[in-house]
């Protein structure tokens, strides 16, 4: 369950999400606003990627309890994340998280899915 993952990297640094391993995001790291992040590794063009989203929407739902929550679809915010231009997003929002996939792109017509948790503010 996501809400049983809150670890601390450290003192001053609660990370919503340190904990999570999931096989199809190998990549996992915290951004400068406290977000985990995690990566794919995999690159499509942007109509796969897309598409994708659907099947990983499913995937995260499945792993991490939120197949209750709603979707919705937005166009992608880069202006908290510098290395990742964001093509579309989708959020699902409980009272504590927020959980985002978003195709972002990597390259010249070159896109990956991510994955962010961020704790909401009370």
Known sequence: ????????????LPVPGYGIHLERFPTVYVDKDSRFVAKTDLNFDSLTAVKKVEDYKAYVGTCLDTTKWVWLEQQGDDSTTVFFKELKEWQA????????LAV??????????NMYIKRNDK
């Open 93 to 100: 929002v409980s009272d504590t998280f927020t959980l985002s």
């Open 104 to 113: 972002t792109n990597v390259a010249h017509k070159v896109y990956s899915i």
């Open 1 to 12: 369950s996501l809400n049983s993952t809150m670890t601390k990297v450290s003192p001053l």
